[in-house]
């Protein structure tokens, strides 16, 4: 065991010495998860305030007064067109409106994602909306109608989710998502460094013509190899935290495509059990995914072929985590818990929001534990093929 | 000290060494002679347990190197010419670290550090990085590592490769310093001139066989007092 943690040291000791590397892997997702998180929904909604109180020219045609009034009071500045749809094509408006047969028209250049023309297509539609609404209660009025007659009853939706998963938000598939990210990105700098980066730079064969068992030799890199992934995913959601915070206290979300913000509306409140069984959790996952890196990476002839190697293995490894985000629409059952990286989210998942069972926990803890030892396996397998060590 | 019989590896198709057999006797340089390609390396990777044999057998300081891979390697210490330290450790911290794998902590380590630097003159690499030091010196720590633990068989393998004049000289220097105190060595390179100085016996390999074994001085008779000569003449008649 002593040469185990000898190599372990070694190996952390060379990735720390390395300013670069480590400036890279810990102190810059710290630094770019809450930008690259909140950065643009945050700046997105300062334009759509700003593009929402400016007052923008609409081409129009054929509009009455009425309509014209409307589209004033809605900060928006009216000029006359003879074809509206060819000026906002041409790019001279963001907008356009005509008035043709009783029908409102409205033009906006809408193809290309979220635009100031889009912004003022919903300022015109909501104008002639609420013009629409005066005019509808106005001729109630008349009839002798009261105006309830349009809407005889409401519908209100309420979250009845649990407090503490109400509470988690999107944190449950973050959590796991980012977490997969980290320890891939973080683990991977020991890994190819410790085996094709040892092999390149010739010091592999010194090493394993030293009394030292080869289970030893690939533990060791293993244990360095997730040391590493866990302080990056440590890294990883200390940089999500903070971007949640920055998200609380200036506004902002995650960025949907249709150009809505989500709010995140995520906290953690873990009891000490709970946050145990987090990190339990985390180092089984940086485990198998450490041992199946170091194998990954010696098996590969440079340090280039080794990376190129990471890449794939980090979309194989978030694919399980894709199918989390319909976990809704699937009947979770208890084998669920036993399939790889698929069971470590769903447990994350459920230990925030507080519904983990001890099954649960047992089949992840133990399959992962497996899948981990399985990939040590292998890791020992592929330094033992002297085809493997020797090929560069 | 270190005994080969019958020793083959193959890969797939190709043979690699076949049907080696030699001893190295303690206090004794045996050089290990070829072109590239010959099968040097390989045989002294076999020797290291580095790779397993296809066939045939081999002892060194006593130990099966395919029974007891790990009581060899404690044993002997290996050392080639493409063969390189961490370079973001220091001197000290390279030797330290593979120290440990041979139980040399503490008071021993110290004392090991000391002769080896004694040995090799490298004082000066003790506290600088390897990845600041000069080929010559990272080399003197590669070979101190080698070392350190006072293994019974040193393997060197085309160990002069990319030296300067100066690294090659003290190199040569130690090889005979080393056998001086009793260790067996084996010498392996494609130079002739430095198995001329430094061999008590030479082994010719040439396609994975040895074509011819014996003294230095009989090979040099062999080869009217040029080793090189010697080995063209025996390929031939091979």
């Known amino acids: ?392 | 000290m270190v005994q080969a019989e019958s020793l083959t590896k193959r890969y797939r198709k190709a043979v690699a060494v076949e049907g080696l057999t030699f001893r190295v006797g303690p206090g004794e340089v045996y050089a290990l002679l070829g072109p590239n390609g010959a099968g040097k390396t390989t045989t002294l990777r076999l020797l290291s347990t580095l790779v397993r044999p296809s066939a045939g057998r081999a002892l060194v300081a006593g130990f099966d190197v395919m029974r007891e891979p790990i009581e060899v390697r404690r044993n002997l210490g290996l050392v080639n010419g493409g063969m390189r330290v961490y370079e973001r450790l220091t001197g000290r911290e390279v030797l330290e670290f593979f120290a440990g794998f041979y139980g040399l902590k503490g008071r021993a380590f110290l004392q090991a550090l000391d002769w080896v630097v004694d040995l090799l003159e490298m004082e000066e690499t003790l506290d600088k990085k390897v990845g600041e030091m000069s080929t010559g010196m990272r080399q003197k720590v590669v070979i101190a590592r080698a070392i350190l633990h006072r293994p019974k068989v040193l393997l060197l393998d085309e160990a002069t490769a990319g030296l300067d004049v100066f690294a090659r000289r003290a190199l040569l220097d130690f090889v005979k310093a080393y056998r001086d105190l009793g260790h067996a060595v084996i010498y392996s390179t494609h130079v002739m001139g430095e198995a001329e100085e430094v061999a008590d016996r030479v082994g010719f390999l040439h396609r994975g066989r040895l074509v011819y074994e014996g003294s230095r001085d009989e090979a040099l008779a062999l080869g009217e007092g040029s080793l090189e000569r010697a080995f063209v003449r025996e390929v031939g008649r091979a």
């Open chain 1, 1 to 392: 065991m002593e040469a185990v943690l000898r190599i372990f040291r070694k190996e952390l000791v060379q990735v720390f010495r390395d300013r670069k590397l480590v400036f890279s892997t810990l102190v810059l997702p710290v630094l770019l998860m809450p930008v690259f998180m909140f950065g643009p929904s945050l700046f997105l909604s300062r334009l759509m305030q700003g593009a929402a109180e400016k007052v923008q020219e609409v081409a129009v045609a054929g509009l009455p007064q009425e309509a014209l009034k409307a589209l004033e009071e809605a900060r928006l500045e009216p000029v006359p067109h003879p074809d509206p749809e060819k000026a906002v094509r041409e790019g001279r408006y963001p907008a356009g409106v005509a008035f043709r047969e009783g029908v409102y028209r409205v033009y906006g250049r809408l193809a290309s994602g979220l635009t100031e023309s889009q912004v003022v297509v919903e300022k015109v539609k909501g104008a002639l909306q609420a013009l629409k609404e005066a005019k509808v209660a106005e001729a109630l009025r008349r009839a002798g109608l009261p105006q309830e007659v349009l809407s005889p009853f409401g519908v209100e939706v309420v979250d009845a989710s649990p407090p503490r998963e109400r509470a988690g938000g999107l944190l449950g598939f973050l959590l796991p998502f980012f977490l997969v990210v980290f320890v891939l990105s973080g683990g991977q700098v020991v890994a190819v460094d410790a085996t094709a980066g040892e092999k390149e730079k010739g010091t592999l064969e010194a090493l394993l013509a030293a009394p030292v068992p080869l289970v030893q030799v690939a533990l060791g890199k293993t244990l360095a190899t997730v040391a590493m992934a866990l302080l990056s995913g440590v890294a990883g959601l200390l940089g999500l935290a903070l971007g949640g915070a920055w998200s609380a206290r200036f506004g902002g979300g995650v960025l949907t495509e249709r150009g809505e913000t989500l709010a995140l509306g995520g906290q953690v409140s873990l009891d000490g059990g709970s946050f145990l069984a987090l990190f339990l959790t985390a180092f089984l996952l940086a485990l198998f995914m450490g041992a199946v890196m170091v194998a990954l990476g010696l098996y590969a002839r440079s340090f280039k072929e080794a990376q190129s190697y990471m890449a794939p293995l980090q979309l194989l490894f978030l694919l399980p985590l894709l199918f989390l985000q319909f976990r809704g629409f699937l009947e979770i059952e208890a084998w669920h818990y036993l399939l790889p990286l698929f069971n470590v989210a769903l447990l994350m998942d459920a230990l925030l929001k507080g519904s983990a069972t001890p099954l649960e926990v047992g089949f992840t803890w133990a399959s992962t534990l497996v899948y981990a030892l399985l990939a040590l396996g292998l890791a020992v397998w592929v330094f033992g093929r002297e085809d493997v060590v020797f090929r560069n």
